[in-house]
T-cell receptor
Framework: DTEVTQTPKHLVMGMTNKKSLKCEQH?????MYWYKQKAKKPPELMFV???????INESVPSRFSPECPNSSLLNLHLHALQPEDSALYLC????????????FGNGTRLTVT | GENVEQHPSTLSVQEGDSAVIKCTYS??????FPWYKQELGKRPQLIID?????GEKKDQRIAVTLNKTAKHFSLHITETQPEDSAVYFC???????????FGTGTRLTIIP
């Protein structure tokens, strides 16, 4: 029943693989976010797209490549990841006005082997 | 940049008692303070938020108080129930800034 949909729910990939995480929202939100969350830690901001333009990159390694094809979709392309990149990857969206709340998706549980 | 500290890291309370979680922030320009609840294996969900023009906000058993002078805000849960067991994160941001800085989280356990 979440309004932000993420696929896949689980992903296991090798260090030489290329994969993509997908996120979709239909709430008309104009800001979309990627967060990384390790066990027992708070979500850690990776990227923010505002009106489909990348507005924040929190010095994320280039093996993570975000893409915002339109206002409803957000992708995270993964390449040559390391085992320490294993985490829960959360997508979120917000109205981008007056600090409206973040709406999180259920996340993709990523394991890098 | 903003730094948000959260205490305690773990909290156990008897069912029916109250729970209080406290956060402090460093950036005096911060003016938006949400609280998120994350149950095991699930996504963070907003439970309440407050803006700096308000000192207190209440929603049924949950309330948040804000002291801008001291730069701290607190979450109060009354009449706790087993379903309140979760990790709670406070956060802070500045209006117009998309970056939300989270606290380190509090694992709340309600003892039946």
């Amino acid at each position: 029943d979440t309004e932000v949909t993420q696929t896949p729910k689980h992903l296991v990939m090798g260090m030489t693989n290329k994969k993509s995480l997908k996120c979709e929202q239909h709430m008309g939100h104009r800001a979309m976010y990627w967060y990384k969350q390790k066990a027992k830690k708070p979500p850690e901001l990776m990227f923010v797209y505002s009106y489909e333009k990348l507005s924040i990159n929190e010095s994320v390694p280039s093996r993570f490549s975000p893409e915002c094809p339109n206002s409803s979709l957000l992708n995270l392309h993964l390449h040559a990841l390391q085992p320490e990149d294993s985490a829960l990857y959360l997508c979120a969206s917000s109205q981008r006005e007056n600090n409206s709340p973040l709406h999180f998706g259920n996340g993709t549980r990523l394991t890098v082997t | 940049g903003e730094n948000v500290e959260q205490h305690p890291s773990t909290l156990s309370v008897q069912e029916g008692d109250s729970a209080v979680i406290k956060c402090t922030y460093s950036d005096s320009a911060s003016n938006y303070f949400p609280w998120y609840k994350q149950e095991l294996g699930k996504r963070p969900q907003l439970i309440i938020d407050i803006r700096s023009n308000v000192g207190e906000k209440k929603d049924q058993r949950i309330a948040v108080t804000l002291n801008k002078t001291a730069k701290h805000f607190s979450l109060h849960i009354t009449e706790t129930q087993p379903e309140d067991s979760a990790v709670y994160f406070c956060a802070a941001s500045v209006v117009g800034n998309e970056k939300l800085t989270f606290g380190t989280g509090t694992r709340l356990t309600i003892i039946p």
